[in-house]
């Protein structure tokens, strides 16, 4: 590892930590700016510190192991190893704290969830996943709430759009978007063939106004009616909303509130979280145009997981990892071990890049 490389990331924390100290008092914009780059790079400065200090160590007992002291000579060979181990570790600690981060994992997420192939079955599954990711935000200790909801006669969900908040939540589910497929056997079947079926799963960072603009003029804005199931009405008034962004053709809408004003709050919000992902998009192919990008990329025709039910098996397709534990993951006390392995292959891939 280039020492000068190092040294430069601690210059370039001591400048931080100098332009801090002498901000205006009021300029609070610029202080929590220089304040987030400051603590997201302390604990590599800190890596840093210990690296060089042990590399200095190391160089120290080169001395030692001149030694006509045959005592002395052993100690310094078992300390010179010790030293190595910990240099090595401290350096591979260091590679990943290089990787660069993804600016949106900070970032609330929305999650669209629609049965794909296979009716009432798929709708069946995607309320299976919706119930997942709820079940794991719940052990995460994060907030859901739907957005909107499209529900069919059979407890199934032909298409549902949920927020979801709290800490880190677009980078620990951005993994998620693809093609989910099912392999059950269906309560209706009476000769007990397995039935394959899909859902679709697009995980978005959530945008605020300050990442996209959006100009009420590029803005049309439809008024409806809300309906439920078989087209029951929800309620009585004309609260349902539809924004179209004329600009992109991109479209959101949202039902589930009886107000107006929060329906419509709702689907901007969804409408700027897609316009952001486009152009996050745009962005992860120009930066890796070497390699399909894995995160974000939103392939819904992509396969990335099979559950299977009679054997209790989920597959996840892109670490070609499998677990035995249907039920725990569906639970979300599972996800956790399938998301961390992405995640780690992921690292592997940005590293090697």
Same mark, same amino acid.
């Given at each position: ?69 045959? $005592? ?16 090595? *570790? ?15 994992? *900070? ?6 969830? +629609? ?14 996943? =919706? ?21 069919? $006669? ?15 939540? =677009? ?12 392999? !059950? ?20 960072? *959530? ?66 979280? !897609?316009?952001?992902?486009?152009? +996050? ?9 070497? +390699? ?62």
């Amino acid at each position: 590892m280039e020492k000068k490389k190092l040294e430069n990331i601690l210059e370039k924390f001591k400048n931080l930590e100098k332009q801090i100290n002498s901000l205006d008092k009021d300029d609070y914009k610029q202080f929590a700016k220089l304040s987030k780059e400051y603590s997201d790079l302390k604990p590599l400065v800190e890596k840093i510190n210990s690296f060089l200090k042990l590399f200095c160590e190391l160089n120290d007992l080169d001395e030692l192991l001149e030694s006509d002291d045959s $005592d002395m000579k052993v100690e310094a060979e078992k300390e010179k190893e010790e030293l190595t181990l910990k240099i090595n *570790e401290l350096e591979n600690e260091i590679k990943f704290l290089l990787i660069p981060k993804d600016e949106s994992d *900070e970032k609330n997420a929305i999650i669209e969830i +629609r049965a794909g192939t296979g009716g009432e079955e798929a709708a069946l599954f995607a309320s299976d996943l =919706f119930r997942m990711y709820v079940k794991f935000s719940e052990i995460k200790k994060w907030k859901t709430e739907i957005v909107e909801i499209s529900q069919t $006669d059979h407890d199934g969900i032909k298409e549902v759009v949920v927020k979801i908040s709290g800490d880190e939540v =677009f980078g620990t589910l951005k993994f998620e978007s693809g093609t989910h497929r099912v392999q !059950r056997v269906p309560e209706t079947e009476s000769g007990g063939r397995i039935h394959t079926s899909a859902a679709t799963v697009a995980v978005l960072p *959530e945008a605020t106004d300050v990442d996209v603009e959006i100009l009420e003029k590029d803005l049309r804005i439809d008024i409806f009616r809300s309906s439920g199931p078989g087209g029951q009405s929800v309620n009585t008034t004309d609260s349902a909303v539809r924004i179209t962004h004329m600009p992109t053709g991109i479209v959101a809408q949202c039902q589930d509130e009886k107000s107006q004003h929060k329906n419509k709050a709702k689907a901007l919000m969804v409408l700027r979280s !897609r316009i952001f992902e486009i152009e +996050r998009q745009k962005k992860d192919e120009e930066r890796a145009m070497n +390699r399909k990008s894995q995160v974000g990329s939103g392939d819904r025709s992509e396969r990335i997981r099979t559950y299977n039910f009679p054997q209790g098996r989920v597959t996840d397709h892109r670490i070609s990892l499998t677990l035995y534990k249907l039920d725990q993951i569906l639970n979300g006390e599972g996800l956790e071990e399938i998301i961390n392995g992405l995640v780690a292959d992921d690292n592997v891939k940005k590293l090697a890049e």
